[in-house]
């Protein structure tokens, strides 16, 4: 069965509750939090997608390699190209800046050889990237919230020649929103007239969750 993409609607935003019902968001797969990689194909990917800049060159980071290709793969299976009119895809930023010894351009990688399979009709632009370093959530690091994630980034609309009709947001695990909804305030700040959209390689659940 070809993978699809699936929306984010009233039966689980609720688990990523800094969504609201106006957010129109999609995902591939679903990753159970505090579960290794052991547990099932996507939590195996994840890991494998989210190894360190500090393993490169070891023998582990083929499976890196490998998992940015999958998810390429995936992506671009699911995309329909002849609905791409007027859509740009921008990554969010990592958690470190491009000068940083540690900057990881995953997320980027995987659009750009999903662009390879797709073609011309699919447009990715690093629209936006994040001034300053922080650590990253997934190695321990403080989660902020949609408007500190919006104080971090910058806008490069010298890079993008059109005014576009939709932006899909383009992120490797929904969590709690929080960086889609920095992102979207940011975007929809520098393009009043787009719709800001997410599309992700998975969502994040839990077995249990409590409130």
Not at 11 to 28: A, G, P, S, T
Not at 147 to 164: K, S
Request: proline letters at 5%; charged letters at 25%.
């Amino acid at each position: 069965m070809p993978i699809r993409f699936s929306l984010i609607d009233e039966h689980n935003r609720r688990d990523h509750y800094y969504l609201d019902e106006e957010c129109v968001c999609v995902h591939l797969r679903e990753y159970c939090a505090g579960k290794d990689y052991t547990f099932g194909a996507t939590n195996n990917l994840i890991s494998n997608f989210k190894k360190g800049m500090d393993r490169k060159g070891r023998p582990e980071w083929k499976y890196k390699l490998s998992a940015i290709r999958t998810f390429a793969s995936e992506v671009a299976s699911a995309l329909n190209p002849e609905g791409l009119e007027g859509v740009v895809f921008v990554p969010a930023p990592p958690s470190k800046s491009k000068t940083h010894p540690e900057y990881d351009s995953r997320v980027l990688d995987v659009l750009t050889k999903a662009q390879l399979q797709v073609g011309e009709s699919m447009a990715v632009c690093e629209l936006v990237t994040q001034h300053g370093d922080r650590e990253s959530a997934h190695t321990g690091g403080d989660r902020l919230n949609p408007a500190e994630h919006a104080a971090t980034y910058q806008i490069h609309r010298e890079l993008l020649g059109i005014e576009p009709q939709t932006i899909i947001v383009f992120d490797d695990v929904l969590t709690t929103g929080s960086t889609f909804m920095g992102m979207k305030q940011v975007l929809e700040e520098a393009y009043p007239g787009a719709a800001v959209q997410g599309m992700f390689l998975a969502r994040c659940i839990r077995e249990e969750i409590e409130w």
